[in-house]
Each structure stands twice: as structure tokens, then as C-alpha cells.
């Protein structure tokens, strides 16, 4: 059965970076293309600072998760997603403070799911993107030179 799991490690990582970079990838283009609905969104969550935050936001949501996808510097990548996700649901899906009348179980199964998704990319981070990445072929390619 190691065995197995020994075989499955690389395209597991391979298709969980691939799945995580798309899960951030297509929210930040569809905030660029919903930009207005967005910033109302953010405001009525009382995010500060929205007209530099969401521009970030796209910017890194689309940038790293290119990145992850890549494997280019993927643990940092990873990282910093994951950070990003934490406030992100800190503010937008804060299930704890909602008014009354609010969709509280939306908003916790959402919660719930960024924590999920979090996880993944703390061990991405931790574990590093493996065999089929930039990462390694710049490193081969540096000790071949």
C-alpha cells in the first residue's frame, strides 16, 4: 500500500497545485470582471481600505495562484495564500457577526470550506511542490550549470 501512495504523491501534487491555483485564479478574474459588485460587496462588510485591497487582492489572487500551478516558488506561494484566505474569511465570511436575517449557514459552510482549503495550502507550503515544477527544473537546470 506504500507503495501505492509512494506512486500517487507527485500527481497528487501535481493536481492539487493545479486545483488551488484555479480556486484562486478564477475569483480574481471574476472580481476584475465584477469590480463595482465587488467593492459594494466589501463595503458592506466593512472591509477598510477597499479601493488598495481589492486591487491586491486580484492582483495576488491571480499572480500566485499561477504560481502554484507552475510550481514557481509554490511554498511561498502557498503561504501567503493561505494568509490570504484567513482574512478573507475573517471579514467576508464571518458567520459570527452577521445581522440578523443573514444567511449565517451560507456563511459558515464558507468559512468552513476556506479554513479546508487553508489547510491544503499550509502543507503545500510545508511540503514544497515536488517533481513537476519551475522550482525543480531551475534548480536542476542551476546545478547542471
Known amino acids: 500500500m506504500d507503495?501505492?501512495?509512494?506512486?500517487?504523491?507527485?500527481?497528487?501534487?501535481?493536481?492539487?497545485?493545479?486545483?488551488?491555483?484555479?480556486?484562486?485564479?478564477?475569483?480574481?478574474v471574476q472580481k476584475i470582471s465584477q469590480y463595482e459588485m465587488m467593492t459594494q460587496y466589501m463595503d458592506k462588510h466593512e472591509v477598510p481600505f477597499i479601493q488598495v485591497l481589492l486591487p491586491l487582492t486580484i492582483l495576488l489572487q491571480i499572480l500566485l495562484g499561477v504560481f502554484l500551478i507552475v510550481g514557481f516558488k509554490a511554498k511561498y506561494a502557498a503561504?501567503?495564500?493561505?494568509?490570504?484566505?484567513?482574512?478573507?474569511?475573517?471579514?467576508?465570511?464571518?458567520?459570527?457577526?452577521?445581522?440578523?436575517?443573514?444567511?449565517?449557514?451560507?456563511?459558515?459552510?464558507?468559512?468552513f470550506k476556506n479554513m479546508g482549503v487553508m489547510a491544503g495550502l499550509l502543507v503545500l507550503s510545508a511540503r514544497g511542490s515536488a517533481q513537476f515544477s519551475l522550482d525543480v527544473w531551475l534548480q536542476n537546470r542551476k546545478a547542471a550549470a
Open 3 to 28: 507503495k501505492l501512495f509512494n506512486m500517487l504523491e507527485t500527481p497528487s501534487l501535481l493536481l492539487g497545485r493545479g486545483l488551488l491555483g484555479i480556486y484562486f485564479i478564477l475569483p480574481g
Open 79 to 111: 503561504f501567503f495564500l493561505a494568509g490570504l484566505t484567513l482574512v478573507i474569511s475573517i471579514f467576508m465570511h464571518n458567520f459570527w457577526n452577521l445581522p440578523e436575517g443573514g444567511n449565517v449557514q451560507h456563511e459558515t459552510q464558507n468559512f
